[in-house]
C-alpha cells in the first residue's frame, strides 16, 4: 500500500508539473501576443507620423525661394521722396487683361475656330508668316 502511494503522489505531482508547464507555456504565448499587438499599434503609429512628416516635407520642397535684387535708390530719387508726404503707386496692370497666343498653338480657354478679336503683323525684323492673335479677357 504504501507503494501505491508513492505511485500516486508521483502522479499527481507529475500532473501539476504538467499543468505548471502549460500554464508558463500559456501566460508566455499571451504575453508574445500582447507584445505583438503593442508594437503593431507602435509600428503603425509611427509610420503614420513618418507619413504626415513626408506629406509636410513635399509640401515645403515644392515652394521655390524667390529672392529680390536690392536695387537703392540714386541719389535724386531718394531725395524727392523723403521731400514728399504722401506717396501714390500706380501700376499699370494694362498686360494682364491682353492674352496673346501664336498661331500654332491652341489656348484651352478658346474654343478652337473662334475668331480673334484683333489680327497683328509682326514687323520686318520677324518673319512675315507670323501672326499674332490677340484676344482681350473680360
Excluded: N
Excluded at 502522479?11 to 501566460?27: C, N, P, T
Excluded at 508594437?39 to 521655390?64: I, S, T
Excluded at 524727392?80 to 491682353?98: G, N
Amino acid at each position: 500500500m504504501p507503494e501505491l502511494q508513492k505511485d500516486q503522489m508521483e502522479g499527481v505531482f507529475l500532473a501539476r508539473v504538467a499543468i505548471v508547464w502549460l500554464l508558463e507555456l500559456w501566460v508566455a504565448r499571451f504575453c508574445y501576443m500582447v507584445f505583438q499587438k503593442v508594437f503593431g499599434f507602435f509600428d503603425g503609429l509611427l509610420e503614420f507620423v513618418c507619413y504626415l512628416l513626408r506629406r509636410e516635407a513635399r509640401k515645403v520642397l515644392q515652394h521655390q525661394v524667390i529672392r529680390y535684387v536690392d536695387i537703392p535708390l540714386s541719389p535724386v530719387s531718394d531725395q524727392r521722396l523723403t521731400i514728399l508726404r504722401r506717396k501714390i503707386l500706380v501700376l499699370d496692370l494694362d498686360e494682364t487683361l491682353i492674352h496673346s497666343h501664336h498661331d500654332g498653338i491652341v489656348r484651352p480657354m478658346v474654343k478652337p475656330g473662334t475668331p480673334p478679336d484683333f489680327i497683328l503683323r509682326a514687323g520686318p525684323q520677324i518673319l512675315q508668316s507670323d501672326t499674332w492673335l490677340v484676344a482681350p479677357l473680360p
